[in-house]
């Protein structure tokens, strides 16, 4: 038997050649699917995929399975046989279903209906040992190669340029939890010594910082030779065309906007270490998502200042132990931006409210907080066209939405955790 907590360790030569081997993938990410197929296509290994569990139960796939990768996320407690009939309806007699979590700790009450739980993010390594788990040999790629690439990526050297507290917190526990080491620079100028001090396999770099914003760190970093093969990956709360443009002109290789998802940011940090040098998919579709979005201020009657299912969505991506400390430090971040803001106001110094503005937007966004979410970014927008007229009463909605929301966050992390 294989225990789970060895996983990351198994000799990847249990992993066999099998073309006719198929896998089934259910997972609400459309992205983590996504992911995962191209992963099992590289080795022509077929695969479907489903967002509903249920939906596959009703409908079973054409032909039964070899592998069912299930993310716990998809299980409904109130249905106790549905792994089950899962079994029944979509998997060989052979086959093994494995389940996806956040965290192993969590026990689910249809975790021992499976034949196998691991920890996401799914690496490349790791998928190849599930699958080898039911062929028992080696899937086109050497064992050396396989253990080589795995222990890179679990030990890449992975700079964080991010000035927001909170922003920075969530994406190091990310991060750590997938075995990267990380620093953090505070804001471009910090990133362009760091880099130019020690070496780093990939850079996350912030669009908008304080001192230096990301685009002129990137072209810095990019002006020495040495960093010309550096991964520079773009962090931003803006998504439109002329964003990704800038990006790339700088010398950035991927675009991911914020809030960040960890499957994503993962998935992103993974096709690098594999040796991608561009990721255009990713930098074309984040563009195409917001380049015509007007930013229009909404009528909030009846709109709850917190959505609960996005900061328990959060807490699954970083796990419930962490989840207080991170909401904390972001409380306190927030109460200070708001006073720089409040500050800001009398002499309208549109430079300081619009950063203030664009990075409050963002955390809030990862938090739940879709009012404060909402008028910061109208307030950034206001404040990029130097518009005198608006800007003081949207500072003034913005402060006054700022005590509601952080309770109504402060209570439903108290309700998680």
Do not use: W
Not at 157 to 174: F, G, P
Not at 360 to 388: D, H, P, V
């Amino acid at each position: 038997d294989v225990k789970l907590e060895n996983l990351n360790s198994l000799p990847a030569d249990i992993v066999n050649e099998s073309p006719d081997l198929e896998v089934l993938i259910i997972h609400k990410d459309a992205v983590y699917r996504d992911s995962i197929q191209r992963q099992l296509a590289m080795y022509d290994v077929k695969s479907e995929t489903s967002s509903d569990i249920t939906q596959v139960n009703n409908s079973a796939p054409s032909r039964p399975k070899d592998i069912i990768l299930l993310d716990t996320q998809c299980l409904d407690i109130n249905q106790p046989d549905t792994i089950k009939v899962l079994k029944k309806h979509a998997l060989k007699e052979q086959g093994r279903v494995i389940l996806l979590k956040s965290e192993l700790k969590h026990v689910h009450s249809l975790d021992a209906q499976s034949d196998l739980q691991i920890l996401k993010p799914l690496s490349r390594a790791q998928l190849l040992a599930i699958v080898g788990l039911v062929t028992s040999g080696d899937l086109m790629m050497p064992s050396k190669q396989v253990e080589a690439e795995f222990k890179q990526a679990k030990g890449a050297k992975i700079l964080l340029a991010e000035d927001s507290a909170a922003n920075q917190m969530v994406a190091t526990t990310m991060l750590k939890q997938a075995g990267f080491s990380v620093d953090v620079a505070n804001n471009g100028q910090q990133a362009v010594d760091a880099v130019e001090a020690r070496p780093y396999d990939l850079v996350l770099m912030d669009m908008r910082m304080p001192e230096m914003d990301g685009l002129a760190a990137t072209r810095l970093i990019r002006s020495n030779p040495a960093h010309t093969h550096l991964p520079i990956v773009a962090l931003t709360a803006n998504a439109q065309k002329e964003d990704v443009d800038n990006c790339l002109a700088a010398g950035m290789n991927a675009y991911l906007s914020k809030p960040i998802k960890k499957s994503k940011l993962l998935e992103s940090i993974y096709n690098f270490l594999d040796g991608a040098t561009r990721s255009s998919d990713s930098l074309e579709d984040s563009a195409e998502a917001d380049q015509d979005k007007k930013i229009e201020l909404p009528d909030f009657n009846g709109e709850p200042f917190f959505k609960a299912d996005i900061l328990t969505e959060l807490s699954e991506q970083v796990t419930l132990e962490v989840l207080p400390s991170i909401v904390e430090n972001f409380i306190q971040d927030c109460h200070k931006r708001m006073n720089r803001i409040q500050e800001s106001k009398a002499s309208l110094d549109m430079n300081c409210i619009g950063n203030e503005a664009h990075t409050i937007k963002s955390s809030s966004a990862l938090f739940g907080l879709i009012r404060m979410q909402t008028i910061a970014k109208y307030l950034e927008a206001a404040c990029n066209e130097k518009n005198q007229e608006t800007v003081p009463g949207l500072v003034e909605q913005l402060i006054a939405t700022n005590e509601p929301s952080l309770k109504a966050l402060s209570e439903g992390a108290a309700t998680l955790t």
